[in-house]
């Protein structure tokens, strides 16, 4: 099975948690991870900007397209053992992945706020 190279915010607390945990998960060789933090030569060639990279999460899949957003975690989730079922389960379902899309863009839509929320001590955001 061919790599897949993930985009990620590694200056974000929150991804950069979720980025370990699936490093964890993962075969070393499926994946590739590209830390945005790193600089902008990490884009270099890529044909997206950096200010989209770091809105929603990018991976380049094993064929060299690209996705973005849920179809990107989709990808990704594919290749880890304990979410590779969730993740064909919303191929498969229109009506879930729609719900999911919607729950993962007001999450990154809100995600500075709740970053914000956490440091300043507030334990209901």
């Given at each position: 099975m061919a790599a897949i190279t993930v985009y990620?915010?590694?200056?974000?607390?929150?991804?950069?948690?979720e980025v370990a945990l699936y490093r964890r998960l993962v075969?070393?060789?499926?994946?590739?991870?590209?830390?945005?933090?790193?600089?902008?030569?990490?884009?270099?060639g890529e044909g997206f900007e950096l200010a989209a990279a770091l809105a929603l999460l990018h991976v380049?899949?094993?064929s060299g397209a690209l996705q973005v957003g849920l179809a990107a975690h989709l990808v990704l989730w594919e290749r880890?053992?304990?979410?590779?079922?969730?993740?064909?389960?919303?191929?498969?379902?229109?009506?879930?992945?729609?719900c999911f899309e919607r729950?993962?863009?007001?999450?990154?839509?809100?995600?500075?706020g709740l970053r914000r929320r956490?440091?300043?001590?507030?334990a209901d955001g």
């Open positions: 990620y915010d590694g200056q974000c607390p929150l991804c950069g948690r075969e070393p060789d499926a994946v590739c991870w590209r830390n945005l933090a790193d600089g902008p030569a990490v884009l270099d380049r899949d094993a880890l053992p304990l979410l590779h079922h969730l993740a064909r389960a919303l191929r498969r379902n229109a009506r879930a992945r729609r729950i993962y863009l007001w999450f990154t839509t809100h995600r500075p956490r440091r300043e001590g507030h």
